[in-house]
């Protein structure tokens, strides 16, 4: 049985919430219009387009699930609706009236997980996800899931223990190495951050999050000049402009702590 670790550091109960955010408001710069599943990086859905009408999906697929409440296909995809359409509690209510019809149905779970954990359901999105499939065949992106839900309950350790379980599976997989450099941020061990975020951007190349979890690890340590230039990459005048001034405000919120001060020092998801 894999060790629990439940308490957090001060610096960590503050921090949390300021990366949620700045996955929340980074991970959708550059126009990016997907809502994100994010906690610490990405909750590890398969890649898929987003729909570019959520709210004419949630009129389709709310007819199709009140039709028949068991259909696990009509469940996920109203539940992924309403999510898109910030409708957090409602996803999670139809996701486990479904679930309780199709106990057995590992995507269901796996959706139903992801939803409690977009609510801020921690606890009960670790043991949901942990339903959704085995150790005999195991799930590198609910693995990864899993280790995002423990790092948001202050379990760093015991987080890292899936996210290297996971990269047995995909080794160097970005979005597991950009969960993990954002676990290394909840800890405070900002040097090993850079390292895994750096780690991840180089293999990932363009994808957003990623860059914005790195400049988020740069600028915690005071280096702004570095995050700001990988915030403004590639973007039109007023995205660059826009990127750093949410940058700067959760930098500065961090900076407003009195306890625990960060030391200056060399240190997205897809629905």
């Known amino acids: 049985m894999l ?10 109960r503050r921090l949390a ?10 991970g959708l710069w550059g126009c990016q219009t997907s809502s994100p599943s994010d906690i610490t990086g990405s909750l590890g859905e398969k890649a898929e387009k987003g ?18 409440p068991k259909d696990a296909d009509a469940a996920l995809k109203y539940g ?17 009236q479904a679930s309780m019809a ?23 999105a670790f043991d949901v996800l942990g339903r959704a499939h085995t150790p005999e065949d195991p799930d590198w992106r609910i693995l990864s899931a899993q280790g995002a839900t423990l790092d948001q309950l202050g379990r760093f350790e015991e987080a890292r223990q899936y996210y290297t379980s996971a ?24 040097p090993k951050a850079e390292e895994t975020l750096r780690r991840a951007h180089n293999l990932a190349g363009s994808d957003l999050r990623i860059r914005a979890n790195l400049a988020l690890a740069l600028g915690l340590q005071g280096r702004m000049s570095e995050a700001e230039e990988l915030v403004k990459a590639d973007m039109m005048p007023y995205e660059a402009e826009a990127n750093v001034k949410i940058l700067k405000q959760i930098l500065a919120k961090r900076k407003g702590d009195a306890v625990d001060k960060m030391p200056v020092a060399s240190v997205g998801r897809s629905d």
Request: net charge positive; glycine share 6%.
């Open 3 to 12: 060790p629990k670790f439940s308490v957090k550091s001060g610096f960590a």
């Open 17 to 26: 919430p300021a990366v949620a955010c700045a996955i929340l408001a980074l």
């Open 51 to 68: 729909s570019s009408n959520p709210r004419r999906d949630l009129a389709v697929y709310r007819e199709r699930f009140k039709a028949n």
């Open 80 to 96: 992924k609706a309403l999510r898109a359409t910030g409708q957090k509690a409602q996803a999670v209510a139809v996701l486990e």
């Open 102 to 124: 199709n106990p057995n149905n590992p995507a269901l779970l796996a959706g139903y997980g992801r939803a409690l954990a977009d609510n801020g359901n921690f606890q009960q």
């Open 167 to 190: 990269l047995k599976i995909v080794p160097d997989e970005p979005s597991v190495l950009s969960n993990l450099g954002l676990s290394y941020v909840l800890s405070k061990e900002l």
